[in-house]
T-cell receptor, first 116, second 107 residues
Framework: GAGVSQSPSNKVTEKGKDVELRCDPI?????LYWYRQSLGQGLEFLIY????????KSGLPSDRFSAERTGGSVSTLTIQRTQQEDSAVYLC??????????????FGPGTRLTVL | AQRVTQPEKLLSVFKGAPVELKCNYS??????LFWYVQYSRQRLQLLLR??SRESIKGFTADLNKGETSFHLKKPFAQEEDSAMYYC?????????FGKGTMLLVSP
């Protein structure tokens, strides 16, 4: 079946604009994760969903960042009033189980965000 | 707090040479460790996990709790091994990744 998909694949926006990034996890995966991949910073955890709830949002860098998940499936990461330092590749991953289950995380192709 | 350290940003070797990608971790509990790999223009994917104790594409990794290390090794590197490698530590909610090591294997 299809893997994790993300859209758009690339997004160029102007500083101060809001952006929405979408993630479609693998069907049946209850856990969903957002990460940010920046040059020299590796992968930074942003937020974790179990079903529609987000028990861990400790990685969100500021209140300009928010995310939601509906129907236990699709998730949207929203960045308000984008700044140049938000430029990065945003990765989504999903897994069968949640915390403590050590299930393999399957990653999407990422959305490359460029803030001019 | 949990932390993963990959001290080398870049490792360049010749084809056929042995490879060791270093990973050290800090974690108060019993660690669950992984190596993920990202080939050029491909998505990040799991390479191996320590509890499986398996060899994938000739790579192995042994957990050394005394040295808090989980180094990735391969006796004879191949050009197709060139990629970005990330060591990751499973926490309660999610994975903590190191900053990655770029492996370049030259012919």
């Amino acid at each position: 079946g299809a893997g994790v998909s993300q859209s758009p694949s690339n997004k160029v926006t102007e500083k101060g604009k809001d952006v929405e990034l979408r993630c479609d996890p693998i069907s049946g995966h209850t856990a969903l994760y957002w990460y940010r991949q920046s040059l020299g910073q590796g992968l930074e955890f942003l937020i974790y969903f179990q079903g529609n709830s987000a028990p861990d949002k400790s990685g969100l860098p500021s209140d300009r960042f928010s995310a939601e998940r509906t129907g236990g499936s699709v998730s949207t990461l929203t960045i308000q009033r984008t700044q140049q330092e938000d430029s990065a590749v945003y990765l989504c991953a999903s897994s069968l189980g949640g915390a403590g289950n050590y299930n393999e995380q399957f990653f999407g192709p990422g959305t490359r965000l460029t803030v001019l | 707090a949990q932390r993963v350290t990959q001290p080398e940003k870049l490792l360049s070797v010749f084809k056929g040479a042995p490879v060791e990608l270093k990973c050290n971790y800090s974690y108060s509990g019993s660690p669950e460790l992984f190596w993920y790999v990202q080939y050029s223009r491909q998505r990040l994917q799991l390479l191996l996990r320590h509890i499986s104790r398996e060899s994938i594409k000739g790579f192995t990794a042994d957990l050394n709790k005394g040295e808090t290390s989980f180094h990735l090794k391969k006796p004879f590197a191949q050009e197709e091994d060139s990629a970005m490698y990330y060591c990751a530590l499973q926490g309660y909610s999610t994975l903590t990744f190191g900053k990655g090591t770029m492996l370049l294997v030259s012919p």
